[in-house]
């Protein structure tokens, strides 16, 4: 078992920045891919980003590029999400989820999930 708890959402106006934080405990951190997903009232929970295990693969949505970083830190047993320049359309729960190996961008192949962090953006 893998646990996730992420940290660092907030209320945070048009054009800045948030640093969401999630950290793994349980089982050999670097033997898993992690990804951010997120999920808006009403809609469907989507990809966001997700790092391969060593960091050296990233991979984002469309709609972040240019925004938004994934990192890990493989002796702190933590995948980081530094969000920049957000848009009210950010506004969602955010979700980190871990697989063990390979990176992926659907959900569904994720085994382990947090308990998500809610980001707010202002106009």
């Known amino acids: 078992q893998v646990q996730l708890a992420e940290s660092g959402g907030g209320l945070v106006q048009a054009g800045g920045s948030l640093r969401l934080s999630c950290a793994a405990s349980?089982?050999?951190?670097?033997?898993?891919?992690m990804g951010w997903f997120r999920q808006a009232p009403g809609k469907e929970r989507e990809f966001v980003a997700a790092?391969?295990?060593?960091?050296?693969?990233?991979d984002y949505a469309d709609s972040v590029v240019g925004r938004f970083t994934i990192s890990r830190d493989n002796a702190k047993n933590t995948v980081y999400l530094q969000m920049n320049s957000l848009k009210p359309e950010d506004t969602a729960v955010y979700y980190c989820?871990?697989?063990?190996?390979?990176?992926?961008?659907?959900?569904?192949?994720?085994?382990?999930w947090g308990q998500g962090t809610q980001v707010t953006v202002s106009s």
């Open positions: 790092i391969s295990l060593s960091g050296t693969i990233r």
């Open positions: 349980g089982r050999t951190f670097s033997n898993y891919a």
């Open positions: 989820a871990a697989r063990a190996y390979n990176w992926s961008r659907y959900s569904s192949q994720y085994n382990y």
